[in-house]
């Protein structure tokens, strides 16, 4: 398993932004849910419209099975808005050109993924990119290792600040600093 990396440049964040947001409005979406609730991509697909329409997101987690509550952020909540107007709750948010109503799947998200990845030049992407950079900046925010931990149902902060890239980071600025 190929081990991915959160985007740590806030620079090629907008950039990534922008660019979807030209191209393509669903996977601009889909960017955004990822980098602004930290949700798995199993998690994210199965979200419908309907889901998006109040102040959280509340769902059952796929990989633990626990319930689980969001604040939908300003940010998320303004772009979300002209994406869902006129569409019915029961749609899924991230929906498939193929068959009536169904949601992308894990495969497409991680293509449209690495295509980012080709396209700006990013090294270990994949689909818990978008997990790991909500991760990551909300740390680099706020560094509350305990809350993130929470947030991410891990169960240590020595997990959590690998998981997202911190101890990784700590390590390549210790190695570039040391001399012989």
Known sequence: MNFV????????????????????????IMFLVGIYT???ISDILKLKVGDMK?????????????????????????EL?????????????????????????????????NEIANIFGLEE??????????GYHFYQQTKDVALLQEIFNHSSPSITLRYIGI???????ALKRFKI
């Open 54 to 78: 109040g102040s959280h997101i509340s769902l059952r987690e796929t990989k633990t099975g626990k319930q689980k509550r969001i604040q939908i952020s300003p940010i998320l909540k303004r």
């Open 125 to 134: 992407i994949g689909t818990h990119t978008l997990r790991k950079t909500f």
């Open 81 to 113: 808005k002209s994406f869902i107007e006129g569409k019915d709750d029961h749609q899924y948010l991230i929906r498939s050109r193929q068959g009536k109503n169904k949601p992308i799947g894990r495969s497409r998200a991680y293509k449209m993924l």
């Open 5 to 28: 990396q959160p985007i740590r440049d806030t620079d090629t964040l907008d950039e990534i932004k922008r660019y979807l947001k030209k191209t393509n409005e669903r996977n601009y």
């Open 167 to 173: 101890n990784q980071d700590t390590m390549d600025q």
């Open 38 to 40: 930290g949700l798995r």
